[in-house]
């Protein structure tokens, strides 16, 4: 809730640390531009043609980690994409 981000919803962020508590929180994190990831770290990102993805990639999406559905109310999993 402190963040300068807080109220900005960005399509990338980099964070260092992920906080877990009854909700979660990103420590030290920063918006970034899309671009800068492929001009950046080209070994690890690349562009792709949007007019060229497959109908199953132009419609998944992240989900979140928290699962708010989970029997154990501290259950918890890295993102899992859902398409």
């Not at 990103?26 to 792709?48: D, G, I, Q």
């Not at 999406?61 to 989970?70: G, S, V, Y």
Request: glycine share 2%.
């Amino acid at each position: 809730p402190s963040s300068a981000l807080f109220q900005r919803q960005p399509d990338w962020v980099l964070y260092h640390e992920l906080v877990l508590t009854t909700k979660e929180y990103m420590r030290e994190c920063l918006a970034v531009e899309a671009r800068w990831l492929t001009e950046l770290a080209p070994r690890f990102f690349k562009s792709a043609d949007p007019t060229k993805l497959s109908r199953r990639k132009r419609q998944e999406r992240i989900e979140p980690l928290f699962n708010p559905h989970a029997a154990h109310k501290d259950e918890w999993r890295l993102s899992r994409r859902k398409g």
